[in-house]
């Protein structure tokens, strides 16, 4: 998802205001993903990729295009030390979720387009669990 300075900045400033600090070991690294390897981008903010890390997708996969979300996991798989955990959440597509789940996906979908962005990956149960095979291939 393209980031923009004053993209990332601002949802920095929005943590500071609800009282989240970011514990020490914490770097937020802005990136257009679909132009730079996550790699590549933690490089220039002086990441050690012989040191384990966490890296947290939360809230990303949705505006990633599928292809993209797939070159972003191995790039964390080639890049980053042994040990190193990643996690994401994703939106199942209707046919996946459970009939009290699509009400909460519509309203997140709605929520998202309401602020102009777009949301490009929405996952069936075989998709989400495909997502470890295309890394490793």
Do not use: C, N
Request: aromatic share 6%; glycine share 8%.
């Amino acid at each position: 998802m393209p980031q923009p300075p004053e993209q990332h900045a601002r949802r920095l400033r929005r943590l500071a205001r609800a009282g989240v600090e970011a514990p020490p070991g914490l770097h937020f690294v802005p990136a257009d993903l679909a132009r730079m390897p996550v790699t590549e981008a933690l490089a220039e903010s002086g990441f050690d990729g012989w040191r384990r890390a966490f890296f947290s997708l939360l809230g990303l996969r949705y505006y990633l295009e599928p292809d993209v979300l797939a070159e972003t996991a191995r790039s964390i798989a080639g890049g980053a030390a042994v040990g190193s955990e990643v996690v994401l959440d994703h939106l199942l597509d209707a046919a996946s979720s459970l009939p009290e789940q699509r009400e909460r996906r519509g309203a997140m979908e709605a929520h998202v387009a309401k602020r102009g962005e777009r949301s490009f990956s929405l996952h069936s149960t075989a998709a989400s669990t495909a997502l470890p095979a295309a890394v490793v291939r």
